[in-house]
């Protein structure tokens, strides 16, 4: 876990932390609510184990991001989706014929695959997310926002599209809040954060963003390299040097690198 710094009193980002983070708030607001109307919230009509399982598999599909949709625009065909692996037995996953795929990344966004997703992803958001927008302003973080996940996901697309993951739906918000990471750490490199560590028993130490985003943005490019267990890490990578560039650039004129502009816990 991360603990950030509060800014100063009576600076200028402190000025800013008052305003409430409403595109924080409101992207937070909005995946949550997705997901409790979807086939991995609480409604019974989807029925439960292998029925809900298919259900969540058709789900991201409708909803997600396919590389090879992005790439060819158009959906899969139904002898495409037939050779995926089914998420339970007898699962057929249907032809999309009204599906967009450009408008696919948008909706892939907010679309997250169960509860430990969503709030792994939300955790970071909810910390990282209202300092960087009290920074850049609420309509330039919802655009960069917006723009470094499609980036993203377009980058993973074109990096995926021939590979066994090019017909799976990619959904989450990850490589979007990546690119909050990457802001983050450019606006405030040395900012002192509190970092709960898991193999010091969770020993809380003070160190530097520039170290804890530092080793988190390593640990996403080595496992790039390593592969497995379904996660596109290469999203993240791609999302949070995004991010990072789109901070430098679109930094306020005159505006320092001061310290954070509130506090917040994330996973």
Known sequence: MVLSAPARAGSPAAERAARTPVVSYLLIALS???LIVGPSGPDPSYGGGDARACAEQRYEHRWGAVPAELLSGSPLTAAQLSALPPAA????????PGKVPELSVLTSLFVHAGWLHLIGNL???FVFGPAVESRLGRFRFLTGYLAIGYLA?????VAEAHTA???RALVGASGAIAGVLGAYL?????????????????LPLRLPAWLVLGLWFALQGWSVGAGGNGVAYLVHVI?????????WAA???GDTLGAPSRTGVAQ
Not at 89 to 96: A, F, H, I, K, M
Not at 153 to 157: S, V
Not at 186 to 202: H, K
């Open 32 to 34: 949550a609510l997705v």
């Open 89 to 96: 037995p007898g699962c057929v996953l249907p032809p999309t």
């Open 123 to 125: 955790l970071f958001l």
């Open 153 to 157: 996901t377009y980058g993973y697309a």
């Open 165 to 167: 993951d090019g017909m």
């Open 186 to 202: 450019r606006l405030w490199p040395r900012a002192r954060v509190t970092a709960l560590v898991p193999v010091l028993l969770f």
């Open 239 to 247: 999302g949070f040097v995004t991010g990072w560039l789109f901070a």
């Open 251 to 253: 930094r306020p004129a």
